[in-house]
T-cell receptor, first 112, second 113 residues
Framework: GEKVEQHESTLSVREGDSAVINCTYT??????FPWYKQEAGKSLHFVID?????DRKQSQRLIVLLDKKAKRFSLHITATQPEDSAIYFC???????????FGTGTSLLVDP | DPKIIQKPKYLVAVTGSEKILICEQY?????MYWYRQSAKKPLEFMFS???????DNQTASSRFQPQSSKKNHLDLQITALKPDDSATYFC????????????FGPGTRLTVL
């Protein structure tokens, strides 16, 4: 089955800098890649997603890049703010299953 | 107003007992899911339902049984509880299927003693 590896377990940046979180996946049939944010003690909240028919998507300060050849996708948060501090999960979904497979999460800390 | 309700918020159970975790969504979504989050496995998919039909089951144990009495309900029955079942259980839903934005409920934190 699909396996999603999230490379950075923790990431610390200074406010205003950019943060990049990288994920890789194993199933070439995967076609949908969302990102979720979890603040301390809270539930998960959808952040942004990308589908395999594009290689870049932007929503305000968030950019997602997808490299299908390398089976890699990444979340770029520009002009970081302290409220961006949270755990970010990447995920992948293929047409061969009826589920999302999540990475292990990256704890992002933005220092003011 | 909360759009996905999970009850109870906290649950303490003894080993060997049985519990039911409740999930109701008021988003008009057609697909619902259960996930489990623990220190050992950060976020683990358990079940997916679409139009009240089971689509995928990734739990290795039959002790976990989803129950869908209505389109917007997906409860989770856990029997013969073990300490390893201790985790936060999240219910989620999406308008169509798993390849669309999922909305997560607040979770039920289960502790098995």
């Amino acid at each position: 089955g699909e396996k999603v590896e999230q490379h950075e377990s923790t990431l610390s940046v200074r406010e205003g800098d950019s943060a990049v979180i990288n994920c890789t996946y194993t199933d070439t049939a995967s076609s949908y890649f969302p990102w979720y944010k979890q603040e301390a003690g809270k539930s998960l909240h959808f952040v942004i997603d990308i589908r395999s028919n594009v290689d870049r998507k932007q929503s305000q300060r968030l950019i997602v890049l997808l490299d299908k050849k390398a089976k890699r996708f990444s979340l770029h948060i520009t002009a970081t703010q302290p409220e961006d501090s949270a755990i970010y999960f990447c995920a992948a979904s293929s047409n061969m299953g009826y589920k999302l497979t999540f990475g292990t999460g990256t704890s992002l800390l933005v220092d003011p | 107003d909360p759009k996905i309700i999970q009850k109870p918020k906290y649950l303490v159970a003894v080993t060997g007992s049985e519990k039911i975790l409740i999930c109701e969504q008021y988003l008009g979504h057609n697909a619902m899911y259960w996930y489990r989050q623990s220190a050992k496995k950060p976020l683990e998919f358990m079940f997916s339902y679409s139009y009240q039909k089971l689509m995928d089951n990734q739990t290795a144990s039959s002790r976990f049984q989803p129950q869908s009495s209505k389109k917007n309900h997906l409860d989770l029955q856990i029997t013969a509880l073990k300490p390893d079942d201790s985790a936060t259980y999240f219910c989620a839903s999406s308008q169509r299927d798993w390849a669309y934005e999922q909305y997560f409920g607040p979770g039920t934190r289960l502790t098995v003693l």
